[in-house]
């Protein structure tokens, strides 16, 4: 874009719009829809009432039923979706809950469909670092390194699971090469056809997921940054990571983090030929909470900012803590 030729002041004085808060409104462009909103949840196997996850004040690891009835308050403020993770009790090297119908997510899925239908978008994350007992999202190979091509097996055998359980979209977030295309091949050849696949592309290797690894109980030692991507690299890396998981089929693609990668958001929104979703993810909720807990940020202004810097840099969709919250504040 190259700079408006407008005429100077006394003549331009933007302030004019800028006087009360009826001009402002009437001029303003970027709205959120709590419609727009995903809340994305915790489900832990073995426990009766809800753990606080000290790192995210507000959220929870849920039971089974206190998950339902979260959803369903999450329903009702108006929010569009739910993205549910699971936390098992046991872990192991090839994270056998994942695909296990009796899993907590997949019993945690079949629990939220069988409560809300069709009334809203139930998404499953489908990666295996919540139920391995390495934390990391794919198995192992002999020397310690993250098996691309075997963890495909594993995916294609969870995301069949999800679908059985109700999963309206599968969120693809392991960052294994070829993850959608395993995936959309294991759904088409058992009759899944109408599951959709919400692909994790781009996501960031990011040290803003620290709080997460306290919600889903990981042992992870070390990091991702053989199989995530990497901050130093430009919005090229990150196209072709787009252009691939969407030749592969993917439904939507989802950017991760969001708010320190908005020009990453900005250039994806405007390349891709799906709908394009962002997630604020664990750190960024936890840094602001922990701001407000000080007293140092205005809780409520400094949420609806991040989600409408979010829409502005073209997110049509957004995963955030705040989901069921924000939903209220914006009716
Ligand atoms: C992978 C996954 C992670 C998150 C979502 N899906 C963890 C990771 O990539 O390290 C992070 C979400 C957050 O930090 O809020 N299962």
Avoid at 51 to 71: E, F, N, T, Y
Avoid at 140 to 147: K, N, P, Q
Avoid at 190 to 215: C, M, N, Q
Wanted: proline share 5%; glycine share 10%; with cysteine.
């Amino acid at each position: 874009m190259s700079l408006p030729q407008l005429p100077p002041f006394p003549a331009s004085r933007p302030r004019r719009l800028r006087r009360t808060a009826a001009l402002r409104r009437l001029v303003g462009e970027v709205t959120v829809r709590p419609s727009d909103l995903v809340l994305p949840m915790f489900v832990r196997e073995g426990i009766d009432e809800p753990v606080p996850i000290g790192s995210m004040p507000g959220v929870v690891q849920h039971s089974l039923d206190s998950l339902a009835k979260a959803a369903r308050e999450a329903v009702t403020a108006g929010v569009g979706g739910v993205m549910l993770f699971g936390v098992p009790e046991h872990k192991d090297a090839r994270g056998s809950g994942a695909d296990d119908p009796d899993g907590i997510l997949n019993v945690g899925l079949r629990r939220l469909r069988d409560e809300l239908g069709d009334d809203t978008v139930l998404m499953a994350d489908l990666c295996l670092d919540e139920f391995t007992d390495h934390g990391h999202c794919g198995v192992l190979d002999e020397r310690g390194g993250v098996d691309n091509d075997a963890t495909l097996e594993r995916y294609a055998a969870m995301g069949l699971a999800q679908a059985a359980a109700g999963a309206h979209l599968l969120g693809t977030s392991g960052m294994m090469d070829g993850q959608v295309a395993a995936v959309r091949q294991a759904l088409d050849a058992a009759g899944h056809v109408d599951t959709g696949i919400l692909a994790y592309a781009p996501k960031y290797s990011s040290g803003f997921y620290g709080p997460f690894r306290e919600a889903v109980n990981s042992s992870l030692q070390g990091d991702r940054a053989s199989y995530q991507q990497d901050a130093t690299r430009t919005v090229a890396d990150a196209l072709a990571e787009v252009a691939l998981d969407v030749g592969e089929g993917a439904d939507v693609v989802m950017v991760k983090p969001a708010l320190p990668y908005l020009d990453i958001l900005r250039a994806v929104a405007d390349a891709s030929p799906v709908p394009v979703a962002a997630y604020q993810i664990s750190g960024e909720y936890a840094m602001v909470e922990a701001a407000v807990a000080n007293g140092w940020l205005d809780r409520e202004r400094v949420m609806l900012e991040t989600l409408t810097s979010i829409r502005r840099a073209g997110a049509s969709v957004i995963l955030t803590y705040w989901a069921s919250e924000a939903a209220t504040l914006l009716r």
